[in-house]
């Protein structure tokens, strides 16, 4: 088996992304298509690892972005959560300003 | 055989996962099938000779992320708030996104899927010419993650810190800095 499956699922994965986050008007929704964009990246770096050179630094670098993930994650919802406490909505259009 | 079973099985639950990410009306639901993408998405590291990898996305993401993304819909209501009035009195766009939102989605994704095929036209189907190695690799990943990597494992566990402390920070509740000083 060839890097093509890989690859077409992982662009899948990241058209899929884009939609989701163009298409949601909720914060957390948005979050989740940020979730689908790295784990289509991380695929990408993990196909191309093993098919096109054998070093593991592919690897390490997938590891890194879903560490970077995690971080994100948690920062960006403690944002979500302090934006409805201060705003009662997570709705995208009522965070127009940056000063409550 | 084995292999291309697996790989069939994850990739489905990858995809099929992924768009119902996108297209589900409710938002915990979106969330369930995220976690049924990013299982899939381990089942491929899995066929890649990426065990660690594996390992390592379901516990971070499916025990951790997905967790933490629930706790913050129920925290802010889920999904129960379908009307939402702007500051001006119009109603706006329904939080799930209506047809307008779907179709500017659609005209991105049309573009996106018109590059990405020019860009992988010439991409070969035919088989890998990698010669498998059967050495494992989560020793291999140690030794260069405690080597040549070691400055990014640093400002990664700093990272994470800092994250860790941030989030707390933000997310306290709104009264007490107030009260307290």
């Known amino acids: 088996m060839g890097i093509a499956p890989y690859i077409i699922v992982s662009s899948i994965l990241f058209v899929c992304g884009i939609v989701v986050m163009i298409a949601r008007k909720n914060i957390i929704g ?18 191309f690892t093993k098919f096109s050179n054998s070093n593991l630094d592919g690897q390490v670098f997938a590891l890194f972005i879903i560490l970077v993930a995690a971080a994100e994650a948690a920062v960006g919802l403690a944002i979500v959560i302090r934006f409805f406490q201060i705003r009662e909505s997570i709705h995208i259009d009522s965070a127009t300003q940056l000063q409550s | 055989m084995l292999l291309t079973t697996i790989f069939c099985l994850s990739a489905f639950l990858a995809v099929a996962g992924a768009l119902l990410v996108t297209f589900s009306k409710n938002l915990i639901h979106a969330c369930v099938y995220l976690l049924f993408c990013l299982v899939g998405v381990a089942g491929l590291y899995l066929t890649l000779n990426a065990e660690f ?31 939402v009035m702007s500051r001006f009195g119009l109603e706006s766009t329904p939080l ?86």
Not at chain 2, 119 to 138: A, D, F, Q, Y
Request: glycine fraction near 10%; charge should be neutral.
């Open chain 2, 53 to 83: 990898l594996a390992a390592t996305q379901l516990v971070v993401y499916v025990g951790g992320v997905v967790v933490l993304l629930l706790f913050a819909m129920m925290l802010t209501g889920g999904s129960s708030l379908n009307k």
């Open chain 2, 96 to 181: 799930m996104g209506n047809w307008r939102t779907y179709l500017m989605g659609g005209v991105a994704a049309a573009l996106l899927i018109a590059v990405l095929g020019n860009v992988l036209r010439n991409l070969s189907m035919g088989s890998s010419t990698v010669t498998e190695k059967s050495i494992s690799s989560v020793e291999q990943i140690g030794v260069k993650l405690l080597t040549d990597h070691i400055l990014a494992f640093e400002i990664s566990s700093v990272l994470l810190l800092g994250a860790l402390v941030g989030a707390a920070i933000i997310s306290r509740p709104f009264r007490s800095s107030e009260s307290e000083n």
């Open chain 1, 30 to 47: 948005i979050l989740l298509g940020i979730e689908l964009i790295l784990n289509a990246a991380a695929l990408n770096f993990v196909s």
